[in-house]
């Protein structure tokens, strides 16, 4: 990718080209925002090849729905919220969610500690793509994108209870993840 490109054009620019289907204002907007979106899709994937099918939708949908794009708040902020709902959407049509009572929600986010901090972004998001679909989704639109459990619940045709519980749950996974990569990194010399 060229960098210099990226920074030659503002935002309007590229609006008003894709708006008119000049295909290198499209490359020129792929190019500036392709390595952050497949940042936000990767969280989302259980792997590289679904984040860039992701990726490429994404893309799909933005070229498409340009036009509805108002200048309210930013023009990336639309686009990552984009990528967000397309990420979600794929997960909606696979449904994993499974609900947990409340006294194995209780049990769960007791036990959790947070030692995330540690660890490079690139460990997390390996850590993270180790979940299910449904514990990973919850986390990231939890943790990540600030969705409370309501809009979670909503958003994924689930309840509260079971969002709640899947966060807990993705924890948990969480902590066992990261402590066993924690030991293992300390036994290489």
Same mark, same amino acid.
């Given at each position: 990718?060229?960098? /210099? !490109? &990226?920074?030659?054009?503002?935002?309007?620019? %590229?609006? +008003? $080209?894709?708006?008119?289907?000049?295909? *290198?204002?499209?490359?020129?907007?792929?190019?500036?925002?392709?390595?952050?979106?497949?940042?936000?899709?990767?969280?989302? /994937? !259980? &792997?590289?090849?679904?984040?860039?099918?992701? %990726?490429? +939708? $994404?893309?799909?949908?933005?070229?498409? *729905?340009?036009?509805?794009?108002?200048?309210?708040?930013?023009?990336?902020?639309?686009?990552?919220?984009?990528?967000?709902?397309?990420?979600?959407?794929?997960?909606?049509?696979?449904?994993?969610?499974?609900?947990?009572?409340?006294?194995?929600?209780?049990?769960?986010?007791?036990?959790?500690?947070?030692?995330?901090?540690?660890?490079?972004?690139?460990?997390?998001?390996?850590?993270?793509?180790?979940?299910?679909?449904?514990?990973?989704?919850?986390?990231?639109?939890?943790?990540?994108?600030?969705?409370?459990?309501?809009?979670?619940?909503?958003?994924?045709?689930?309840?509260?209870?079971?969002?709640?519980?899947?966060?807990?749950?993705?924890?948990?996974?969480?902590?066992?993840?990261?402590?066993?990569?924690?030991?293992?990194?300390?036994?290489?010399?």
């Amino acid at each position: 990718m060229n960098q /210099a !490109s &990226n920074h030659i054009f503002s935002d309007s620019d %590229l609006i +008003e $080209g894709c708006l008119r289907g000049d295909r *290198k204002m499209q490359r020129e907007l792929y190019q500036r925002y392709a390595p952050k979106m497949y940042g936000v899709c990767l969280r989302y /994937a !259980s &792997n590289s090849e679904e984040a860039e099918d992701i %990726l490429q +939708e $994404g893309f799909i949908k933005i070229f498409n *729905k340009i036009g509805s794009y108002r200048g309210e708040g930013s023009f990336e902020g639309w686009i990552r919220r984009i990528f967000v709902n397309t990420a979600i959407e794929q997960f909606r049509k696979k449904t994993y969610l499974q609900p947990i009572t409340d006294i194995e929600e209780q049990t769960v986010e007791g036990k959790y500690l947070s030692v995330l901090d540690s660890l490079a972004e690139k460990d997390i998001i390996q850590l993270v793509q180790q979940l299910s679909p449904g514990y990973r989704t919850v986390f990231n639109m939890y943790v990540i994108e600030g969705y409370t459990h309501r809009q979670i619940a909503e958003t994924l045709g689930i309840s509260e209870g079971t969002s709640k519980s899947q966060l807990s749950r993705a924890k948990l996974i969480l902590q066992d993840l990261v402590k066993t990569f924690i030991d293992k990194r300390k036994q290489v010399p």
